[in-house]
């Protein structure tokens, strides 16, 4: 079968309510692995929480994490990678934030968090992935390549708006969750990252496929040869990728009974 490059989100899209993997999935991306296919996840998950899912699904994908900033191959070897610049970090934590939002930052290599906050917890239980609780006035901003800002979506709204007042040009903004707001460099995005994978595969971009719930994976879809929004999407993410087909909720295993069909399993 002529090789396809098929790229997933993971909330809410691949995995299932309890933010873990149906065998339906695992066994789909096996098979698709070994019609020679090639594979790759898309998230605002850090690298690290990621790999672990990888491990879990059993096959050799691509990552692509914090909503485009890096790109690691199956081996594990970082590939590209976008970092907020340092003065927009800085400039960022130095803000006055509200005591109930939790401030968030992906580096290379850690998640850190102003607070603790057990709840966030749930999200990565099925691979263990943790938060370290840090002073964010003593990070020097640098190896940055998302910052998140998670609360009341009212809250969220007037720090996105402040943001963008001074850095619009500068950086790309979205939400992965009504309750997550996530700020990485201009350029850095699941779409650009695809196209950006497909060129190094050699794999035109008609024959890529995408799936994606929320509004951080808008221009993913509209990227993809071929996009899927899951019967659970944000309703904004239909209307800003009309193209998108949709399909069964993650909760019915939709990415992976869709992936059967379009590729005879």
Same mark, same amino acid.
């Given at each position: 079968?002529?090789?396809?490059?098929?790229?997933?989100?993971?909330?809410?899209?691949?995995?299932?309510?309890?933010?873990?993997?149906?065998?339906?999935?695992?066994?789909?991306?096996?098979?698709?692995?070994?019609?020679?296919?090639?594979?790759?996840?898309?998230?605002?998950?850090?690298?690290?929480?990621?790999?672990?899912?990888?491990?879990?699904?059993?096959?050799?994908?691509?990552?692509?994490?914090?909503?485009?900033?890096?790109?690691?191959?199956?081996?594990?070897?970082?590939?590209?990678?976008?970092?907020?610049?340092?003065?927009?970090?800085?400039?960022?934590?130095?803000?006055?934030?509200?005591?109930? $939002?939790?401030?968030? @930052?992906?580096?290379? &290599?850690?998640? +850190?968090?102003? !607070?603790? /906050?057990?709840?966030?917890? *749930?999200?990565?239980?099925?691979?263990?992935?943790?938060?370290?609780?840090?002073?964010?006035?003593?990070?020097?901003?640098?190896? $940055?390549?998302?910052? @998140?800002?998670?609360? &009341?979506?009212? +809250?969220?709204? !007037?720090? /996105?708006?402040?943001?963008? *007042?001074?850095?619009?040009?500068?950086?790309?903004?979205?939400?992965?969750?009504?309750?997550?707001?996530?700020?990485?460099?201009?350029?850095?995005?699941?779409?650009?990252?695809?196209?950006?994978?497909?060129?190094?595969?050699?794999?035109?971009?008609?024959?890529?496929?995408?799936?994606?719930?929320?509004?951080?994976?808008?221009?993913?879809?509209?990227?993809?040869?071929?996009?899927?929004?899951?019967?659970?999407?944000?309703?904004?993410?239909?209307?800003?990728?009309?193209?998108?087909?949709?399909?069964?909720?993650?909760?019915?295993?939709?990415?992976?009974?869709?992936?059967?069909?379009?590729?005879?399993?």
């Amino acid at each position: 079968m002529t090789p396809h490059l098929i790229v997933t989100d993971l909330d809410r899209t691949l995995l299932n309510a309890d933010h873990g993997l149906d065998d339906i999935t695992i066994e789909t991306f096996q098979a698709l692995e070994r019609q020679g296919h090639s594979l790759a996840i898309a998230s605002g998950r850090h690298y690290q929480d990621i790999r672990e899912v990888r491990r879990q699904l059993g096959v050799n994908a691509h990552i692509i994490s914090a909503n485009g900033a890096h790109l690691h191959g199956p081996d594990d070897q970082l590939i590209h990678e976008i970092l907020v610049p340092r003065d927009i970090v800085r400039a960022v934590l130095d803000m006055d934030v509200p005591k109930e $939002v939790r401030i968030n @930052l992906y580096t290379s &290599d850690r998640w +850190l968090i102003d !607070a603790p /906050e057990p709840k966030l917890l *749930a999200f990565h239980e099925s691979t263990g992935f943790t938060y370290d609780v840090v002073d964010m006035a003593g990070v020097d901003g640098q190896q $940055v390549g998302k910052v @998140l800002f998670i609360g &009341d979506p009212g +809250l969220l709204k !007037a720090i /996105e708006t402040r943001i963008r *007042a001074h850095f619009e040009d500068r950086t790309h903004i979205t939400y992965s969750l009504e309750n997550s707001l996530e700020v990485m460099e201009r350029e850095a995005s699941k779409g650009k990252m695809l196209n950006r994978l497909a060129a190094q595969l050699d794999i035109p971009v008609s024959r890529t496929v995408a799936f994606g719930d929320n509004l951080n994976d808008t221009d993913m879809l509209q990227n993809a040869g071929r996009a899927f929004a899951m019967g659970n999407a944000h309703p904004e993410l239909l209307t800003r990728a009309p193209d998108a087909e949709l399909i069964r909720a993650h909760t019915e295993a939709g990415v992976a009974v869709k992936l059967r069909e379009l590729f005879a399993l």
